[in-house]
């Protein structure tokens, strides 16, 4: 039988995961289905459920239900236990699997497609929700010089920031010292088209500025482009925590680049 996997979310209809692993199961050979299903925001639980009922074997998870999925799953990887939300299941006789993928999304990302070193780099993250969350420690894996965390509520950027241990600071939009090397915007402004209260002066020479967001040209893009920094979207991050889940469950890690320039095209 056809191995069956899903992305859980509400809304859903917009995403490309079907898109990403069924590229990702062709070039890999593998007998596998892959579907989109919009969970109702008080049934996630059920809804997964039925999927493993069915027969499901994995599933990725956004938003809203990252923490859902969290306290959902029996076992949580090191990881998703650090990052407090869980974006890939594996369902098994053992029980659920929770892990999290995204902040490895976005390392590869940072360091494969882009060619970008982040070992000694001063990075500036923008925000302290879940999405932040999920990327601290891996960024840190990386031994950048410095990592500020920077949000509009400056006591949940203090919390973020003491969760993870000592060498990270934690700040408000307007108490920023310039200049980073690298600007992660991990807030909810550009969903919204709106852009995070920041000063140009953020930007070091040659700082990349890196949206998590993709499909669309936001507002911290082109603010970072018009004051001289080099941009990127978070459509290579997408691909490569996908990448990284399809790995998980089918033990083989699918050839990204092919996958991100189809998508762009």
């Not at 967001?213 to 925590?241: C, I, K, N, S």
């Amino acid at each position: 039988m056809t191995d069956r996997y899903a992305v859980f979310g509400h809304p859903i209809a917009h995403s490309k995961s079907p898109q990403i692993h069924a590229a990702f199961a062709r070039q890999t050979g593998q007998d596998m289905c892959y579907e989109a299903i919009l969970a109702p925001l008080d049934g996630f639980a059920a809804s997964v459920t039925r999927f493993i009922d069915a027969g499901g074997r994995g599933a990725n998870v956004t938003v809203p239900f990252k923490e859902e999925a969290f306290r959902l799953a029996s076992r949580l990887s090191p990881r998703a236990r650090r990052a407090g939300a869980v974006n890939t299941l594996t369902f098994g006789s053992d029980g659920t699997l929770g892990d999290n993928t995204d902040g490895a999304g976005l390392v590869a990302d940072l360091t494969r497609n882009l060619n970008y070193t982040l070992a000694g780099k001063r990075i500036l993250l923008l925000g302290a929700g879940g999405a932040a969350r999920g990327v601290v420690e891996p960024l840190l894996d990386q031994q950048p010089a410095a990592l500020v965390i920077a949000n509009r509520t400056v006591g949940r950027a203090e919390e973020l920031a003491e969760l993870f241990g000592g060498g990270i600071r934690a700040c408000g939009f307007d108490a920023i010292d310039p200049a980073f090397d690298i600007v992660v915007n991990a807030t909810a402004a550009s969903l919204a088209g709106d852009l995070p209260p920041l000063s140009p002066q953020v930007f070091a020479a040659d700082a990349l500025a890196y949206d998590m967001m993709y499909g669309r040209d936001t507002p911290f893009l082109a603010f970072a482009r018009g004051h001289g920094a080099r941009a990127a979207d978070g459509l290579g991050m997408l691909v490569e925590q996908a990448a990284e889940a399809f790995c998980l469950w089918r033990g083989v890690r699918p050839d990204t680049a092919p996958v991100i320039a189809a998508l762009r095209t």
